[in-house]
């Protein structure tokens, strides 16, 4: 999917659907009365989920969301660039030194209780692409707080990789911690 302008009010609702309608407006006084078939009560079928494409900024992004903790994995560098890559490094470092954690395992999460079945339940996705770098932003529920995240990401020798997450509802980024 392509997408331009991803941030916002407008992409949160659409992530997260549509506003409920407007109530009517009261009484309507002595206008006519109005012969159209009321208004459809149920939400209409969500389409089928899109087809993650092998080798999409989705693609990268989608194992997080099936791993707890994977971003914290060592062997996962190669799928990131400065200046996440950077902090994942000093992160382990750290962890290595016996000094304590610097990062919590539940990043791609936004930090939230890990809860599977309700994060692939409410799971949406939107991906940008604009030249040789893209975006993704993640968009769940969990124990009814809506979680937002955005991975950006820079192609590099034709495979694309992470540079960076942000938390829009946590207002946090990966590049601003500071594990030293």
């Given at each position: 999917?392509?997408?331009?302008?991803l941030n916002g009010g407008a992409?949160?609702?659409g992530?997260?659907?549509a506003p409920p309608p407007n109530a009517p407006s009261g009484d309507a006084?002595?206008?006519p009365?109005?012969?159209s078939p009321p208004p459809a009560t149920t939400a209409p079928t969500p389409e089928p989920a899109a087809r993650v494409l092998p080798g999409s900024p989705t693609a990268v992004v989608k194992p997080f969301y099936e791993h707890l903790g994977l971003e914290l994995d060592p062997a996962e560098r190669k799928n990131f660039i400065d200046p996440a890559r950077t902090v994942l490094d000093k992160s382990d470092a750290l962890r290595k030194s016996g000094q304590g954690e610097c990062l919590d395992p539940n990043m791609a999460l936004d930090n939230a209780d890990y809860d599977k079945l309700a994060i692939d339940r409410s799971l949406k996705t939107?991906?940008?692409?604009?030249?040789?770098?893209?975006k993704v932003v993640v968009a769940f529920f969990v124990e009814g707080n809506a979680h937002r995240l955005e991975w950006k990401l820079r192609k590099v020798g034709g495979d694309?990789?992470?540079?960076d997450?942000?938390?829009?509802?946590?207002?946090?980024?990966l590049s601003q911690y500071q594990c030293e």
């Open positions: 999917m392509l997408a331009a302008g992409l949160a609702q992530l997260f659907g006084g002595n206008a009365a109005d012969t939107i991906e940008a692409i604009n030249g040789d770098e893209a694309w990789k992470i540079s997450l942000l938390s829009v509802t946590g207002e946090w980024a």
